[in-house]
């Protein structure tokens, strides 16, 4: 994990049968398993979208509207996934094919439960290697206020200097962050990365309710399906709704080819190309069309 920290996530690894990596790989195995099990067929999704059904990813108010149809479908998989992987067994010599759910339940039966554990965890978002240096016992001690007992209470006489024990702690707690984020600091190499802009294209928050309405009644009944957005089987080169997609992830990887089953992708393009073809509708006959403003990604300079 060290060499990752000065010189960033390899590619792939290689390695004996000894143990000096075991972190490593485990941690680059968790993000295979991501691709494998759900990421990549959103991956191949947008790419189809890309190449049969106007998806243009360099347009702010397609990358909007893809949030608004999908994000949940995908927040969905991300959980779906979490699931299964806390209670996949594990092979080891400490975990008995226990899974990661079984290892938890049993830690707390031995070592009780924190009580702010899970969903009120003040810790919650930070590092795991952050904590263990800056909140573990062998860290730099902290000061107490004159007059603080070592239970952290203040004693009778010292109440009226409560306010400025606060001021102290707030100190202390900037100080951390600071030297949090200098000690990371140096793990940072590279120019930020482009973000590609998603806004929503309706200048009111009206209008784009009024939309988001319109375009719930469209869905949630059967329809004539658009023209020109690739969900027509004439518009097909081949007799069947192509299933598999072929790309490349990155710009030295190996070609993936991946498999969408049509019964539950070709209604997804179905409800991209609809909601596609009703927000250009209804942009083109408001005249607020932005055809012609930059659609290039923003800088972060």
């Not at 994990?1 to 390695?15: D, F």
């Not at 959103?42 to 702010?60: I, S, V």
């Not at 006489?157 to 949090?180: A, M």
């Not at 990371?184 to 209008?207: G, Q, T, Y």
Request: net charge negative; with cysteine.
């Amino acid at each position: 994990m060290e060499a990752i920290q000065n010189y960033g996530t390899p590619s792939r690894l290689r390695g004996d049968r000894g143990g000096e990596n075991t972190k490593v790989a485990i941690w680059m195995r968790l993000w295979v398993e991501v691709g494998t099990q759900f990421a990549r067929r959103w991956r191949a999704f947008f790419t189809q979208l890309g190449r049969l059904h106007r998806l243009d990813r360099k347009n702010p108010t397609h990358l909007w509207l893809l949030h608004h149809l999908f994000l949940q479908d995908i927040n969905a998989d991300c959980l779906e996934f979490q699931d299964e992987w806390n209670l996949h067994p594990m092979a080891g010599g400490t975990t008995n094919d226990q899974s990661p759910a079984d290892l938890r339940f049993l830690g707390q039966l031995t070592e009780g439960v924190y009580r702010d554990d899970p969903l009120d965890d003040p810790l919650e978002g930070i590092h795991p290697d952050a904590i263990n240096r800056y909140y573990g016992v062998e860290g730099r001690r902290l000061r107490r206020s004159r007059n603080q007992t070592g239970a952290g209470i203040a004693s009778e006489e010292g109440v009226e200097d409560e306010q400025d024990d606060e001021d102290e702690w707030v100190d202390e707690d900037e100080e951390l962050e600071n030297r949090i984020e200098a000690d990371l600091a140096s793990n940072i190499r590279h120019a930020p990365v482009k973000v590609p802009r998603h806004r929503s294209p309706f200048k009111a928050a009206e209008d784009e309710q009024r939309f988001i309405s319109f375009l719930n009644t469209l869905l949630a009944a059967p329809g004539v399906l658009p023209e020109n957005f690739g969900v027509r089987q004439e518009e097909w080169d081949e007799e069947d709704y192509p299933e598999t997609v072929v790309y490349r992830p990155g710009m030295k990887g190996k070609q993936l080819t991946i498999v969408l089953p049509r019964e539950e992708w070709f209604p997804r393009a179905i409800r991209w190309a609809r909601a596609l073809d009703l927000m250009t509708r209804i942009l083109h006959e408001a005249g607020d069309t932005d055809e012609d403003e930059d659609d290039e990604t923003e800088d972060d300079d």
